[in-house]
């Protein structure tokens, strides 16, 4: 048990590549929290999908102890937090159960999208920050402006931010000491009921369920029956420990600690973020506030190539969502794709992740449709339906009006592709909200449609700033517009998983670009194919994919028949992953390309 | 089943792989050398005539090919010499046809009485085009003049000549390639074989072709736009494809080659040649080394040229008899399909692609029509398990 003054808990914000993980590299790393020989890079980041991709998806979480320059021992309990957008929520609630954050920004790109609606956070919880300015080693580093820049742009005190690289080691001594004297210890009570927040949990194939917890009052042992206030569940306490960052058993927890326990729980959707943990036989009077659950946003189809793969995806699935609470799915049918799953996910990344680890993990081969908002469907009657997917969209004689949902986009971009992110905003029906400098850096509000984002914005904003935007957006409202179904029809036959909600307005050119995408995408056949897009019964735009005319192999003599063979089989093969519609077959890929956009 | 090589008949293919120089079309098994040593090369070949004649002693020889490469660098006395071998080994059947493929320069037109006397009844020429442009361009080492009269002497020593065209060549439009095809025609026996010109990985055209440097090559359209009209011009004159890139009169088809797309037994000797031999009742792969000096070792120093052979399951059959036998007009005789595949052709997909026009039946006879033969791969990848 630690004195609460030897306590301090941290988390770490920033832009993405800002150097968050190596900076958490290098505070495990000087402190010997890990032995050299353990240490490798990124360490927080556990998963292969993290690694890969050099992103955060999952919190994670060390306990570091530092001897300070004053004499003790400190307790540094550092949250690791994802920087996407999709992962927002994950961020809130970590933050939450810490006092105070390190704002690293990259002196040599100063602060974007993400750092602001992290730092935002930050603040909405409370917490002391301390500014690191990073990367001071590069040739391009510019502390002074990025100071001026962050008090610009965040509009907090930057005179004493610390400046270090993450890369070489400089100055994280002192970050170390600035952890402990300019961040505040936690309180609480350790005589008082025990009252703890639960912070994450995950599935570990070996311990089942892991509770990760902040205790606030009181003092959890190992043996403890305990109770979660929101669900009533109670349990025993089989297991408790830190993480160093692998697990180490310790015997109690007491105020401002933070930590991880097991208790026989099946599965981690018995667990609530944000729920209160406390006694079972000498509860805490009041909860703690908790957390809205994540909602999913973004939903998607997934159905396995192979219908045969249908049972394996289904299990998958199910185990997948033991330990991600925040996607859903239910059974699809689809005419075009037979038997599936309907997911929601947070974002267009977290859709990826899944549908990777389902690929990957699994095994299986799967084909992804077009992704989907939800939309709000008002009937004549009165009913609203939530619509997840553009196939059920009902009559439109019953329906009263449609609505989407809205968000509030801040992108950052240097002055000269200012235009050509106003034109892509635009061209995805934005309306202005704000529009402002920084140096030679704008920062633009706009109120977008979630349905022109969740897509292919990100891509096209990334190309058309050559990399240079950064990008964060919130849920703000639903609003209703003039929405339509849009139906793809591959010779004469709607292909269901092909249909999209769009605006009036802009669905010839949309459908003008998915048929034409889709002459590309889908292989000649045998004989000539008409692709159409239509609303309602009315064709909104039409191409037609000439027949095959000539395919053969002019010179097969000699008699060597295994070259050829092999060709043909090979082809076969490929043919055999497309999807049969009538007489047609479509590549799996066709499904999500044939959305994007090359406006 | 076990018979079911002899509905396509025996025949020998004996591969020279070298060329005076290597055309930057063509990726055969061919190779240019300074020095060849055809008195080692003559006992390698005939080594492999005698370990191959003890596999297949009981049979009746249908025809010898001599492809390359460039055969018509071989000594006439080595031909002869083969060929001695050949009738030593095998009984031959009384019209057996024996095939030389010679390249028409002067120096090789001169060997030709010599080949005639040796045994060789047929010639097939490669001429590839009829305007000294053109035979420029595809790297050819005879002019249009050399060709015509290569010929000319070819036709003065053997009953059967037959020569090659390649067209859809850089920047021929359909009216070239018609006049071109009637010029052919004119001189054209009864046997010629024209060849669209494909584009090859690992050829001089390929690389040209990968750094888009090759340009003036027709589009699909202008491609079987220029097949049909060549289908339609032979079979007008009287020289109709009996296959995809054949064309004779009635009679005059080259026996070997429909050996292999009626799906015979061939044996085959030399660099990189392949084989298809039904023994003990199970039809084996045979396949050889592809660099010349590695064949030679292997044939010198092992005994046999061959690499291991592969034994190809009936299903594996089913499909080479499909793949080879739908490129004849005359088609496949569907029976002879399900013995070897165990399954009948898909008649919903037959059924399909007879709509389409593509195929049809005639006479019991699965066949693939005009429009059909120009998209083969297609038609086979439909019906094909
Ligand atoms: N030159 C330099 N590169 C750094 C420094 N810190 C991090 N990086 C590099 O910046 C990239 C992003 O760092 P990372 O820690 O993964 O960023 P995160 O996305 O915020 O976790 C990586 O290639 C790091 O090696 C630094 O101090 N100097
Ligand atoms: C084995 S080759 C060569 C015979 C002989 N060496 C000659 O060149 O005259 C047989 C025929 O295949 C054809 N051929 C070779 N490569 C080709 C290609 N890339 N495209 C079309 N036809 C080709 C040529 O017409 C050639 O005559
Ligand atoms: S086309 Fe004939 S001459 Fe030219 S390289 Fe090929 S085999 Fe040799
Ligand atoms: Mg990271």
Redesign the pocket.
């Known amino acids: 048990m630690t004195q609460l003054d030897h306590i301090r808990n941290f988390s770490i914000v920033a832009h993405i590549d800002h150097g968050k993980s190596t900076l958490a590299d290098r505070l495990i790393q000087m402190t010997g929290t890990v032995a050299e020989r353990d240490m490798k890079a990124q360490l927080l980041d556990s998963m292969d999908i993290e690694r890969e991709r050099g992103i955060t998806i999952k919190a994670n979480t060390v306990r570091i102890e530092y001897p300070a320059k004053d004499g003790e021992t400190y307790v540094l309990n550092l949250i690791d937090t994802p920087g996407h957008v999709d992962f927002a929520y994950e961020v809130s609630r970590s933050m939450r159960a810490v006092e105070g954050s390190l704002l690293v920004v990259d002196a040599s790109q100063g602060v974007e999208a993400q750092t602001l609606a992290n730092v935002y956070q930050a603040i909405d919880a409370g917490h002391e920050i301390v500014p690191v300015l990073n990367k001071i080693d590069l040739p391009a580093a510019d502390p002074d402006a990025v100071k001026a820049n962050i008090e610009d742009v965040i509009g907090i005190d930057a005179s004493d931010a610390i400046p270090i690289s993450a890369k070489t080691g400089l100055g994280i001594p002192e970050v170390l000491e600035a952890i402990v004297h300019r961040l505040p210890a936690p309180k609480g009570d350790r005589d008082a009921p025990l009252k703890a927040m639960l912070v994450d949990s995950w599935y570990d194939p070996y311990l089942g369920v892991v509770v990760m917890i902040r205790v606030m009052d009181g003092v959890i042992r190992k043996g403890d029956r305990i109770k979660m206030m929101q669900t009533g569940a109670v349990y025993g306490i089989d297991k408790l420990a830190v993480l160093k960052p692998q697990m180490v058993d310790f015997p109690e927890l007491g105020p401002g600690e933070i930590g991880v326990f097991t208790a026989s729980i099946k599965q981690v959707r018995d667990t609530r973020v944000g729920d209160t943990i406390t006694h079972e036989k000498k509860p805490c009077a009041t909860p703690l506030p908790g957390f809205k659950p994540a909602q999913p946003v973004v939903f998607c189809g997934l159905f396995p190539v192979d219908a045969n793969d249908f049972e394996a995806l289904r299990d998958a699935i199910e185990k997948l969502a033991l330990n991600d609470a925040s996607f859903s799915y239910e059974m699809e049918t689809s005419a075009a794709l037979g038997f599936g799953f309907r997911c929601g996910f947070l974002g267009l990344l977290h859709l990826e992740v899944v549908r990777d680890r389902l690929e990957r993990e699994y095994d299986l081969d799967l084909i992804t449709t077009a992704p989907s908002v939800v939309f709000k469907i008002y009937m004549k009657d009165g009913e609203v339906r939530d619509l997840h997917n553009p196939a059920d969209m009902p009559d439109l004689t019953y329906v009263d009006h449609i609505e989407e949902p809205r968000i509030k986009a801040t992108i950052m971009v240097p002055d000269e592709y200012l235009g050509d992110v106003l034109k892509l905003c635009q061209d995805r029906r934005g309306i202005q909200l704000d529009l402002t400098y920084a140096g030679s850096r704008a920062m633009v509000v706009y109120d977008l449609p979630l349905a022109e984002v969740v897509f292919d914005f990100y891509d096209r904003l990334k190309s058309v700033t050559k990399g240079y935007a950064s990008f964060d957006y919130q849920l703000s409202e639903y609003r209703e517009d003039f929405l339509v179904k849009m139906s793809i029809l591959v010779n004469d036959e709607p292909v269901d998983a092909l249909s999209i909600m769009v605006h009036r307005d802009r669905a010839e050119a949309r459908g003008r670009a998915m048929v034409e995408k889709l002459k590309e995408l889908i292989p000649r056949h045998m004989f000539k194919i008409p692709i159409q897009a239509a609303i309602g019964g009315r064709v909104v735009a039409r191409e037609t994919l000439s027949a095959m005319r000539k395919d053969v192999t ?2 097969c003599y000699g008699g060597d028949a295994t070259r050829k063979k092999k060709l043909l089989e090979k082809q076969k093969a490929g043919k055999k992953k497309m999807r049969q519609f009538g007489k047609v077959e479509i590549p799996q890929s066709a499904f999500i390309s044939a959305l994007k956009m090359d406006d | 089943m076990s018979d079911d090589w002899r509905h396509g008949g025996f025949g020998l293919y004996l591969h020279w792989p070298f ?1 005076a120089a290597k ?1 930057p ?4 098994n ?1 190779h240019v050398a300074a020095e060849i040593d055809q008195a080692r090369w003559q006992r390698a070949y005939l080594a492999e005539i005698d370990r191959l004649g003890v596999e297949t002693q009981d049979r009746v020889l249908n025809s010898v090919f001599f ?4 055969p018509s660098l071989m000594d006439p006395d080595l031909v002869a010499a083969i060929l001695e071998r050949v009738r030593r080994t095998w009984r031959q059947a009384n019209d057996i046809e024996i095939t030389l ?3 028409p320069t002067s120096i090789e037109s001169g060997r030709f009485r010599a080949y005639s006397e040796g045994g060789v009844n047929r010639i097939s ?2 001429m ?1 085009a009829l305007n000294d442009a053109d035979l420029t361009r595809l790297g050819r080492m005879h002019s249009a003049a050399e060709g015509r009269a290569a010929f000319d002497i070819a036709r003065s020593h053997f009953d059967r000549v037959s020569f ?3 067209y859809a060549r850089q920047d021929q439009d359909l009216t070239a390639w018609e006049a071109e095809l009637r010029e052919a025609l004119a001189m054209a026996v009864d046997h010629f ?1 024209l ?6 990985e690992g ?1 001089a055209f390929g690389r040209r072709a990968a750094a888009g440097k090759l340009t003036g090559l027709p589009d699909e359209e202008l491609a079987a736009d220029m097949y049909l009209r060549t289908q339609e011009i032979c079979e007008a004159a009287g020289l109709p494809a009996y296959e995809v890139s054949n064309h004779a009169r009635e009679g005059a088809q080259s026996r070997h080659n429909l050996i292999y797309w009626r799906y015979g037994d061939y044996a085959g000797i030399g660099p990189g040649a392949h084989g298809r031999l039904t023994l003990g009742g199970t039809r084996q792969a045979t396949v050889t080394p592809k660099p010349p000096a590695l064949w030679l070792q292997a044939v010198e120093q092992r005994g046999s040229g061959e690499l291991p052979r592969e034994e190809l399951p009936l299903e594996d059959q089913a499909v080479e008899f499909l793949l080879f036998g739908l490129r004849l007009s005359e088609g496949i005789d569907p029976a002879r399909y399900r013995a070897l595949s165990g399954t009948d052709l898909p008649a919903e997909k037959l059924a399909d692609l007879g709509e389409l026009g593509l195929v049809e039946t005639l006479d019991g006879r699965i066949r693939a029509t005009r429009e059909g033969r120009a998209v083969l791969n297609g038609v086979i990848r439909e019906l094909m398990p």
């Open positions: 002019a010179k | 060329c055309c079309y063509c990726d055969f061919s492809g390359g490469g460039t493929e010679a390249n020429m490669g590839q090659d065209l390649i074989s060849y669209q010109l494909t584009i090859e050829t």
